[in-house]
């Protein structure tokens, strides 16, 4: 059971996925979740650090999108400064949002990554969708109310998978080590 929260890789933050490391992975497209990932939860507008990564990988010819649990109306007005395509209400930890990003840009699982700072969500929609997971340490050390119940639950989730799987640790890039 615990397998199915196990990510395929544990990167400090989305700014050290880099375009050669992914690319030298076969990963083409990263679908990302928005809060407390791409950007902190409150703070829509981004940072100067996200701008310039963004931008690396749209030079790399890597695609974004945002696979996010949120309304419409939050996500829009979220990605519209990037000018990203997204997917909203997700339903994550369900794989819908994922396979419906597949689907609508034609995607192949093998070339996709899904990224995200919480197991229960988007670790596990990534399980189930058939693509790899990067799990990234939160923006933020806060969460927006609706969040803070599964930190909790993930804490657990996390100190078993740790007993299951003593290799897995932070890294600072896709190369040091695989955790699956």
Do not use: C
């Amino acid at each position: 059971m615990v397998s199915g929260f196990k990510p395929t890789w544990m990167v400090t933050n989305i700014y050290d996925l880099t375009p050669a490391d992914l690319r030298a992975n076969g990963i083409k497209v990263v679908l990302t979740d928005l809060d407390n990932t791409l950007i902190a939860w409150n703070n829509p507008d981004g940072t100067p650090e996200l701008h310039h990564w963004l931008n690396l990988l749209e030079l790399a010819g890597i695609q974004v999108i945002v696979v996010s649990n949120n309304s419409r109306a939050r996500v829009d007005r979220a990605v519209a400064p990037f000018n990203l395509p997204y997917i909203h209400r997700a339903l994550k930890p369900f794989a819908l949002g994922l396979n419906r990003a597949l689907r609508r840009w034609h995607l192949r699982r093998d070339e996709v990554v899904m990224v995200g700072d919480q197991l229960l969500t988007d670790v596990w929609a990534a399980h189930h969708s058939g693509v790899r997971s990067v799990l990234v340490k939160p923006i933020l050390k806060s969460d927006a109310w609706i969040t803070k119940g599964n930190r909790l639950l993930e804490k657990v989730v996390m100190w078993r998978l740790h007993r299951s799987y003593p290799e897995l640790t932070w890294q600072e890039d896709l190369n040091e080590r695989k955790t699956h």
